[in-house]
Each structure stands twice: as C-alpha cells, then as structure tokens.
C-alpha cells in the first residue's frame, strides 16, 4: 500500500488594518528608520488595535479565505490545529473558539505552542493525521497578537514583531506529490533567551509580576541570531540532503520571516539564488506562527505543481525545523 500523502488546497490570511512604520517607532522609542532596515530587514509591521478583538478573531478570518480558497465547506473539516504563543486564553484553546466563529462542527481542534516554529510543527501533525488515515480535511492555522506581549518601550523586541493570521486546508493528495518530509528539533531553552517570563505556573500573575512587565517577551537577540542562523540553515540543508536534492532542484525557499540577514544566510547554505526565496518581512515583521502562510498566500500564484519547496523556521524553546513539499493543489 503506497503512502497516502497530504497536500495544501487552500491558503489564507489576515493582515490588521494599522500600519505600524519604522518611522511611528522612532517617536516612542530611541531608534530610527535606517537601524531597524540594517539590522532586520523590516520597514512596517500590522497591529490589531480593537481591544475586543484578539488571535482567534485573526485566526478564524484566515481559516475562513483559506476555506473559500480550496472550495471546501467548514462542516466538512475534521481537524483543527492553531499555532500560538498568544492565545486568547489559557483555555478553551484559541482552536475551539475558531471551530465555533467558523461553523466547523464536525470538527475537533487543538493548539500547539512551538513559538516561530508553531506553524511547521502544526502542519506536519495534520499531514500525520491525513497520511494515517484519521483525517480526510485538516485546518492548519498559524496566529498570534504579538503586540499583546510587547513592551513597546524595549527597543530590542518592539521593532520585530507584528499581528497577523495564516491558514491552509490539508487533504489528500491525488497523486505522489504534496508533504513528503520533515525534521523538527527542540533543545530546552533553560538559560532562556527567549521567553516571556510571567503569566504561566511558575510566575502566575500578580501586582508585582505586572509592574515588572514580566508578562512581555524577553530575549538576549545576540544568542537567539547565533543559534537561529545556524539552526535554520543546518537543518534546511539536512532535509535537502536527506531527500536527495541540489539548490537547483529546489524551486521556493519559505523561511520563517524572523530576520532578513538569517533568511539570507539559510539561502546562502542552500545554495539558493535570492530569487527563489520568499521574502516578505519588510511589510510585516516578524508575526511568529503566521509569517510562513503569509509567505505561501503571498505566492500562491507563483506556486506550480510539482514545484519543490522547502519551508524552514527557528523559534523560542528553543524549536526549529523544516518540512519539504511538492506543492500541488490539483
């Protein structure tokens, strides 16, 4: 019995109206337009501002064009997987809340915490579920409001990250092409490089944990680009390795939109031309779990079948990996 293999047959998004630029950030914070596009590659970021709205809402509105996209009905997904480090609670998951404001009612739905790496964890545990045959319809969303758990007084992170929501629907593939590997790694990140300190367990929120802002993210950005330039090149060339490929038979490089300096490191060890890249940090920034379907919805006209792909990502854990596909949405 051959494999049954998963393929994307929709993408979508959704991008908040407020444009944050480089040049709002100088008011409030000592930096400027021509440090932040040096060091990071970023000139804009989105933020979603209505107070009543939060990652589900985002969330949804993606799974929503991602649906129309593939021509699939919400009754008819079985599976739902958000990836988040910014759910709208600690529970009910951000995946239930989606199922609900979608109509999805056939569907279960669960989220998965993997920080920048979320929406490769998330898309490999759908594939999983449609190669095992559990599953005929997956949605797979990544989603996060970033500009919840930013101090927009700390210069090192509020320049990075933006708002934003990416989607796409799994199903079977009529044919050998669609999700063929994948390698995931995590190494516990206990000196903490990249974390957000207070709002779980071991800091649960109080008077003193709120006046130490302890609820935003906190990073030593010297360790974190080290690791993540070497960790998603490294593991971007093992699965070409892996799978038998050259930088010429690679046809798309999807990176995680962290950092244009690591995007371009990754490629550089892939012995990628830049034009086969997918670079789309200058008008987002980093929106963690979403910045991958964002690339994907952004080229999705470009995308052929049978194109090779490589989707690479590195985030807080520490988490990284890479997946490998033959796209197809026939």
Request: net charge negative.
């Amino acid at each position: 019995m051959s494999l049954r293999r998963a393929k994307i047959s929709g993408v979508g998004r959704y991008l908040p109206d407020y444009i944050l630029t480089n040049a709002e950030l100088e008011k409030f914070v000592d930096t400027n337009d021509e440090w932040i596009r040096s060091r990071t590659g970023i000139a804009e970021r989105r933020l979603l501002k209505d107070p009543k709205k939060a990652t589900a809402f985002m969330a949804a509105e993606a799974a929503k064009e991602a649906l129309k996209d593939a021509g699939v009905e919400p009754s008819e997904i079985e599976a739902i997987v958000v990836a988040t480090v910014t759910p709208d609670y600690f529970f009910p998951a951000t995946a239930a809340l989606v199922q609900k404001k979608i109509g999805a009612v056939n569907a279960y739905g669960f989220d998965l915490s993997a920080a920048c790496s979320g929406f490769l964890f998330a898309l490999s545990n759908g594939a999983m579920m449609i190669e095992a045959g559990r599953a005929k319809k997956v949605l797979v969303i990544g989603a996060d409001k970033m500009s919840s758990i930013i101090d927009y007084e700390d210069r090192t992170t509020c320049i990075l990250f933006g708002d934003a929501a990416g989607a796409v629907v799994l199903e079977i593939s009529d044919s050998d092409e669609g999700f063929i590997d994948f390698i995931h790694h995590t190494d516990g990140d206990e000196e903490c490089s990249l974390y957000q300190p207070g709002g779980g367990s071991l800091n649960p929120a109080t008077v003193e944990t709120v006046e130490s802002k302890l609820h935003y993210i906190r990073q030593d950005g010297r360790v974190v680009f080290k690791k993540a330039t070497e960790g998603m090149a490294d593991v971007s060339l093992e699965i070409m390795t892996k799978n038998g490929l050259t930088g010429e038979d690679v046809d798309w490089l999807v990176p995680h939109q962290a950092n244009l300096r690591i995007i371009d490191a990754t490629a550089r060890r892939m012995g990628l031309s830049k034009e086969k890249v997918m670079i789309n940090i200058e008008k987002y920034g980093n929106t963690t779990a979403a910045t991958i379907p964002l690339c994907l919805y952004d080229w999705k006209d470009k995308l052929k079948d049978g194109d090779n792909v490589i989707l690479a990502a590195f985030g807080g854990g520490l988490t990284w990996g890479a997946s490998y596909l033959k796209w197809s949405k026939k």
